[in-house]
């Protein structure tokens, strides 16, 4: 099942490439608290892995970016981006462009913090 | 989604390695926001945006995807082992919601147009702030100082400049989170 999209801080080096993982979830798992200070998960889940495409694409790893004036001769104001602002930098990234399945997952590196984009 | 130098699969929506070399490992999630583009330009005005060249598919993303069926969708929160989910009708029909998950006091504004949402702590120093609409402005009922709520900070009032945490807020496909969190809550407006 399709899920939306999550900015997440990539740890190391850490180059997330897609894979088209379907999990499954048992049902009435139970639920076990587990703090950390990261946003938690603690249910307990059965992990259930489907490959869906035969092999693995290349990661993105570099992108092309544009200024808003510039993006904006190509980007329609009503289309959906997922925004991003770490310190003085925010980022767009149109979801129209992270659709087809070599393209859910960007690696970027926003005000020096190095994220992973995906939808 | 794998990684690839130690090829371990990972949950995006949990942000965690499920199986491999890095099981267990969990990413850090940043707050960020699905809206769109006209919105986004004119509240972070020096945005840049990603470019590549399109691909394939017809089905256009634009706010319609939200508005066109909401009730397929919800607005996802977790704080300390807890799962909270939103849903788009509630929320369209009461888009400030001041509530408190796990122990931890939040405000959720949302933006019933663009399916948009934005979450920070309520609780600042030691004060716990609730918010309100009056006037066509939100205001917390505190100080009645004037918020953003979008980014979270006071622009006018006692509390003029102060800067609330974010917090992570996912809009999802209802099934897809009540799938990865199937003991979460469920918000009643």
């Known amino acids: 099942m399709k899920l939306l999209a999550v900015i997440l801080r ?7 490439g897609l894979l088209s993982i379907q999990v499954g979830c048992s049902d009435g798992s139970s639920v076990s608290s587990q703090e950390t200070e990261t946003a938690s998960r603690a249910e307990s889940l059965t992990f259930k892995p489907k490959m869906v495409i035969p092999r693995a694409f290349p990661a993105i ?8 004036a510039k993006a904006s001769t190509l980007l329609s104001d009503s289309e959906l981006v997922l925004g991003v602002s770490i310190g003085k930098h925010s980022r767009a990234y149109p979801i129209q462009m992270l659709c087809g399945p070599t ?9 020096g913090t190095r994220i992973a984009a995906t939808w | 989604m794998l990684d690839e130098e130690t090829q371990s699969l990972w949950s995006h929506l949990l942000g965690k390695c499920m199986e491999g070399e890095l099981k267990d490992t969990e990413l850090v999630s940043i707050p960020s926001v699905i809206t769109d583009w006209g919105s986004w330009k004119i ?6 945006a990603m470019i590549l060249p399109i691909q394939g598919r017809s ?6 995807f939200y508005s066109n069926l909401p009730e397929r969708f919800v ?3 977790v704080s300390g082992g807890t799962a909270k989910s939103y849903g788009f009708p509630d929320l369209s029909k ?12 939040i405000v959720i504004w949302f933006d019933k147009n663009s399916g948009a949402a934005w979450c920070f702590d309520r609780k600042h120093e030691q004060q716990i702030l609730e918010f309100d609409e ?14 953003d709520l979008r980014k979270g900070v006071a622009t006018a009032g006692k509390m003029e400049g102060t800067q609330l945490t974010p917090r992570v807020v996912i809009p999802s496909f209802a099934e897809a989170w009540n799938a990865f969190h199937p003991n979460t809550e469920k918000w009643q407006k």
């Open chain 1, 103 to 111: 393209r859910e997952i960007i690696n970027d590196n926003l005000d």
């Open chain 1, 61 to 68: 790893k570099e992108i092309d970016v544009l200024p808003a």
């Open chain 1, 10 to 16: 990539v740890c190391g080096t850490i180059t997330l």
């Open chain 2, 75 to 77: 607005i996802g929160y």
């Open chain 2, 94 to 105: 009461q888009p400030l919601v001041n509530d408190e998950v796990a122990g931890n006091p």
């Open chain 2, 43 to 48: 509240q972070n005005p020096e945005t840049d």
């Open chain 2, 59 to 64: 089905l256009k993303y634009d706010v319609s």
């Open chain 2, 134 to 147: 009056q006037g066509g402005k939100t205001i917390d009922l505190q100080t009645e100082s004037e918020w």
